[in-house]
Nanobody, 122 residues
């Protein structure tokens, strides 16, 4: 079973916007925190944003707060990451992940997608 599938990545220029999507299986989605991480080659997987089961509570890395917005559609078993004012530093492979509780520790997540590439370049 494929539990999480990301989509929406691409090549954009600085200042542009992208919206990523994460479609989840029932077991990976319901009553769970869904979190976006990103990872550059040779680096650890880094926290980006998280949303709780109801969508009422969100958390962001300080580097993306104010530019990115995470949202959740429980009817579609999907989570989205709207990314505005993109910077070259946002270039990374973006993953969504699922956990029973909120945490910023990547190693605590038990379900992961394959990732979608976001490249911000002139």
């Amino acid at each position: 079973q494929v539990d999480l599938v990301e989509a929406g990545g691409g090549l954009v220029r600085p200042g542009d916007s992208l919206t990523l999507s994460c479609e989840a299986s029932e077991r990976a989605f319901n009553a769970r925190v869904i979190t976006w991480f990103r990872q550059d080659p040779g680096s650890d997987r880094e926290f980006v944003a998280a949303i709780n089961w109801s969508g009422q509570m969100t958390s962001y890395d300080s580097g993306v707060n104010g530019r990115f917005k995470i949202s959740r559609d429980n009817a579609k078993n999907s989570v989205y990451l709207q990314m505005n004012s993109l910077k070259p530093e946002d270039t990374s492979l973006y993953y969504c992940a699922s956990s029973t509780v909120y945490t910023r520790r990547a190693q605590s997540y038990d379900y992961w997608g394959q990732g979608t590439q976001v490249t911000v370049s002139l």
